[in-house]
Every structure is written in structure tokens, then in C-alpha cells.
């Protein structure tokens, strides 16, 4: 059982920059799939960037070289350095791990994570 909270969420403008934190308890991120998630307001949840089990990290293509994934093993926290934010970058941002080993090819994939965070916003306004 692994639980995910999400911190650092906010307002701010086009171009600027926000850093989300994923803090975990229970069972440690090892063997896990970890990614960052979003959902506008109507619209899919997404992977934004996930690492998979054996440590290679993929970013979706709308958040590539302005998105940073990264994990601090020593205190299970996860991280997502967000740069050059743009107003289509607005929405509800989630953490998530899986339960079980998993390959790249699932790593933004919504179904192959088990344990999710409750949200953080983040509104880019332009």
C-alpha cells in the first residue's frame, strides 16, 4: 500500500514556473511505476511524465523540454518542475504509483497505476 500527496500547486502567469512535490507513505516507491497526471476541466486525465520501474522517464510531447520529472529516493518524494507554464497547461495535476512492476510502455498510461493523490491545481493565466 503505498499512499501520495500533492503539494505545491498555484496561480501563475504565462512563461512562469511552478514545482510540484509528491510525498509518500506506507510501502516505498521501489518497483513502482510514479507519474504526474492532469485533467482540465472537461477533458481526459493524461500522463504528463512518469519513471518506470527500471528508472526511464517519458514525457508526454506537449510538455517535452519545459516539463522536469524527478525523484528523490532517500525522502519518497517525487517532483515535477514545470517551466515556461502556458494557459493549455491549467488543470488539476495528480500523483500516482503503481502496485506493480511497470515497463515504460505503461508509464503514462492511467491504467497501470493503483495508487493516486487527492490533486493539486494549477491555473496559468495568460
Known amino acids: 500500500q503505498v499512499h501520495v500527496m500533492e503539494s505545491g500547486g498555484g496561480s501563475v502567469q504565462s512563461g512562469g514556473s511552478l514545482r510540484l512535490s509528491c510525498g509518500a507513505s506506507g510501502d516505498t516507491y521501489r518497483r513502482h511505476c510514479l507519474g504526474w497526471f492532469r485533467q482540465g476541466v472537461g477533458k481526459e486525465r493524461e500522463g504528463v511524465a512518469g519513471i518506470d520501474s527500471d528508472g526511464k522517464i517519458l514525457y508526454a510531447d506537449s510538455v517535452k523540454g519545459r516539463f522536469t520529472i524527478s525523484l528523490d529516493n532517500a525522502n519518497n518524494t517525487l517532483y515535477l518542475q514545470m517551466n515556461s507554464l502556458k494557459p493549455e497547461d491549467t488543470a488539476m495535476y495528480y500523483c500516482?504509483?503503481?502496485?506493480?512492476?511497470?515497463?515504460?510502455?505503461?508509464?503514462?498510461?492511467?491504467?497501470?497505476?493503483?495508487?493516486w493523490g487527492q490533486g493539486t491545481q494549477v491555473t496559468v493565466s495568460s
Open positions: 500516482a504509483a503503481s502496485a506493480y512492476y511497470c515497463s515504460s510502455w505503461y508509464a503514462l498510461q492511467r491504467s497501470a497505476y493503483t495508487y
